[in-house]
């Protein structure tokens, strides 16, 4: 099993539209989360980080599920411009206490006019 | 203005060869990273340093070197030893000190010939 995993997609989505992504991650005793954009070619972009109780920033939502060990990313009023790839990061940290930083492998995201 | 460089954008390669590509940042971060990324696939963690002359080996280290003699460098080479280097390489640093909230280069796009 993957320590983070997400569905690959392509979610392909009216303009408009809510759209959510689910990533499910392995170790319990991860500490934090983090969603980034990435478009085609470009580098890793931080969306935004994922808290306990959940948070928002404009059109997006994060939470965080520690009991089924997911996060999960809305995207309510999808825009074009909202058209690339989500990554899902988590920091898991070890039995040494080293952190470690595990990328999924990304949500691709299709916004049509 | 305060980022993270990374030189060439492209890189070409011919068979046996090492070749160095460059990451510098002034954000006055301690940890910096190197990442792969091949065509569909998550990052992947090749090496990382927390402090100046110091540094880890990652998931995928083999037929790579680095070095981190200032705090603002942390240079790449893709030695001959790897035999399937073409991809995108990705640096990143952070404040480190369980901040890990990573911040990206543009990237370098290495191509064997």
């Known amino acids: 099993r993957k320590e983070v995993e997400q569905d690959p997609g392509p979610f392909n989505v009216p303009e408009g539209a809510t759209v959510a992504f689910n990533c499910t991650y392995s170790n319990s005793a991860s500490q934090s989360f983090f969603w980034y954009r990435q478009d085609c070619r470009k580098e890793p972009k931080l969306l935004m980080s994922v808290y306990s109780s959940g948070n928002e920033d404009g059109r997006f939502t994060a939470q965080l599920n520690r009991a089924s060990q997911y996060i999960s990313l809305l995207i309510r009023d999808s825009k074009l411009s909202d058209s690339a790839t989500y990554l899902c990061v988590v920091n898991m940290r070890g039995y040494s206490s080293a952190s470690k930083i595990i990328f999924g492998s990304g949500t691709r995201l299709s916004i049509r006019p | 203005d305060g980022g993270i460089t990374q030189s060439p954008k492209y890189l070409f390669r011919k068979e046996g060869q090492n070749v160095t590509l460059s990451c510098e940042q002034n954000?006055?971060?301690?940890?910096m990273y190197w990442y792969r990324q091949d065509p569909g696939q998550g990052l992947r963690l090749i090496y990382y340093s927390q402090i100046v002359n110091d540094f880890q080996k990652g998931d995928i280290a083999e037929g790579y070197s680095v070095s981190r003699e200032k705090k603002e460098s942390f240079p790449l080479t893709v030695t001959s030893a790897q035999k399937n280097p073409t991809a995108f390489y990705l640096c990143?640093?952070?404040?480190?000190?369980?901040?890990?909230?990573?911040?990206f280069g543009p990237g370098t796009r290495l191509l064997v010939l």
């Open positions: 990143a640093s952070s404040y480190g000190g369980g901040e890990e909230t990573q911040y």
């Open positions: 954000l006055n971060h301690d940890a």
